[in-house]
T-cell receptor, first 115, second 114 residues
């Protein structure tokens, strides 16, 4: 297992376009998280899945954002009608059913630039 | 609500010198505390974590951190810094609720001079 994979690594899009990112967690991890990191800040929690169920969403996750994890394996994060304020690094992490005590494994992130 | 404060935005140390990065947290119960390191354009790598027990925890790459409940602190230390340690360091507190979310500080950028 090579850890948490995120694709693409970089995405440049025009304002108003839709974008989709993918995250492949560690295979035996049933918990998956999305975080957003803007320049000069620490990562901020967006949403959390346990298996295929999305159990919590942050207020940061506006109605333009949607995340799925259809089979409890990989996850996608879609942003519709992108805005310049969406420019950030989007990080995915996974952990086992131990939760935070088991430790998070982060992917390398997808850097989104909205022009 | 839980929160983390890293008071130093940027620190510069000479290679071979000792390092201490400060972290203060706010959390109602016994916290789960973490230090992560991030190289430019990369994800986060876990350096060490504290849940309970011995308040001095050892991590990877020669780092250690000490949990001080009375000061609500979890400072990261390294006795001798290497040039490859230059990166951004994040302290985080994890809750014990269902989601096990992490709340991060704003980070400290470490520069190492030769």
């Amino acid at each position: 297992d090579t850890g948490v994979s995120q694709d693409p690594r970089h995405k440049i899009t025009k304002r108003g376009q839709n974008v989709t990112f993918r995250c492949d967690p560690i295979s035996e991890h049933n918990r998956l998280y999305w975080y957003r990191q803007t320049l000069g800040q620490g990562p901020e929690f967006l949403t959390y899945f346990q298996n295929e169920a999305q159990l919590e969403k942050s207020r940061l996750l506006s109605d333009r954002f949607s995340a799925e994890r259809p089979k409890g394996s990989f996850s996608t994060l879609e942003i519709q009608r992108t805005e310049q304020g969406d420019s950030a690094m989007y990080l995915c992490a996974s952990t086992s059913n131990l939760g935070v005590s088991g430790g998070y494994t982060f992917g390398s992130g997808t850097r989104l630039t909205v022009v | 609500a839980q929160s983390v404060t890293q008071p130093d935005i940027h620190i510069t140390v000479s290679e071979g010198a000792s390092l201490e990065l400060r972290c203060n947290y706010s959390y109602g119960a016994t916290p789960y505390l973490f230090w992560y390191v991030q190289s430019p354009g990369q994800g986060l790598q876990l350096l060490l974590k504290y849940f309970s027990g011995d308040t001095l925890v050892q991590g990877i790459k020669g780092f250690e951190a000490e949990f001080k409940r009375s000061q609500s602190s979890f400072n990261l230390r390294k006795p001798s810094v290497h040039w490859s340690d230059a990166a951004e360091y994040f302290c985080a507190v994890g809750n014990t609720g269902t989601a096990s979310k992490l709340t991060f500080g704003t980070g400290t950028r470490l520069q190492v001079t030769l």
